[in-house]
């Protein structure tokens, strides 16, 4: 069963680091998410992505993070002078088109800042 | 700003009860997915529910959307310990697209041997 697969799965970064998390989506979606969770706190949504621009992205989606993909199969999520407060799971997500909420998720990459 | 609110928070039962988790909002939602998500891993989707006052069943969970689309809840019956997980309910959308989805905080379930 196709599925969409994240690396690394876990990271551990020094605060003002930058990280790359990467997500290769499913092969025939078109639309491409990214959100996080914080431990013990809701999915929240970051940001979406459809025909290589962000389409919406969220309040917590600010100058410190941007996406792209770079090469047709890829899907990043980079973020810039990591702040303790980044520590979380973050979740890639892709879907067929962009009416439903019918999102597959990645198993995630866990990011910990020091 | 659109919320989901899920109630109860936990639940914990025998093997063999029923039980119902439900998730509810002040505001209209196109549509409300329910996925269910096990620690350390990716939410799962488990149904998608559209219409106002539909019913879908999925072997022994059945899912329905109020009438006025602005709540739905998860029936399970006869729990087994399978069934343990965290269910979160969903709604699109974020900035008007139904894929940008706004989580509840999920409904923690365990279903006791």
């Known amino acids: 069963e196709p599925e969409v697969t994240q690396t690394p799965s876990h990271q551990v970064t020094q605060m003002g680091q930058e990280v790359i998390l990467r997500c290769v989506p499913i092969?025939?979606?078109?639309?491409f998410y990214w959100y996080r969770q914080i431990l013990g706190q809701k999915v929240e949504f970051l940001v979406s992505f459809y025909n290589n621009e962000i389409s919406e992205k969220s309040e917590i989606f600010d100058d410190q993070f941007s996406v792209e993909r770079p090469d047709g199969s890829n899907f990043t999520l980079k973020i810039r002078s990591t702040k303790l407060e980044d520590s979380a799971m973050y979740f890639c997500?892709?879907?067929?088109?962009?009416?439903?909420?019918?999102?597959?998720f990645g198993e995630g990459s866990r990011l910990t800042v020091l | 700003t659109q919320l989901l609110e899920q109630s109860p928070q936990f639940l914990s039962i025998q093997e063999g009860e029923n039980l119902t988790v439900y998730c509810n909002s002040s505001?209209?939602?196109?549509?409300l997915q329910w996925y269910r998500q096990e620690p350390g891993e990716g939410p799962v989707l488990l149904v998608t529910v559209v219409t106002g006052g539909e019913v879908k069943k999925l072997k022994r969970l059945t899912f329905q959307f109020g009438d006025a689309r602005k709540d739905s809840s998860l029936h399970i019956t006869a729990a087994q310990p399978g069934d343990t997980g965290l269910y979160l309910c969903?709604?699109?959308?974020?900035?008007?697209?139904?894929?940008?989805?706004?989580f509840g905080k999920g409904t923690k379930l365990s279903v006791k041997p």
């Open positions: 505001s209209v939602f196109s549509s």
């Open positions: 997500a892709s879907s067929v088109d962009g009416y439903t909420g019918e999102l597959f």
């Open positions: 092969s025939n979606h078109l639309y």
């Open positions: 969903a709604g699109g959308g974020y900035g008007g697209s139904q894929g940008n989805l706004i």
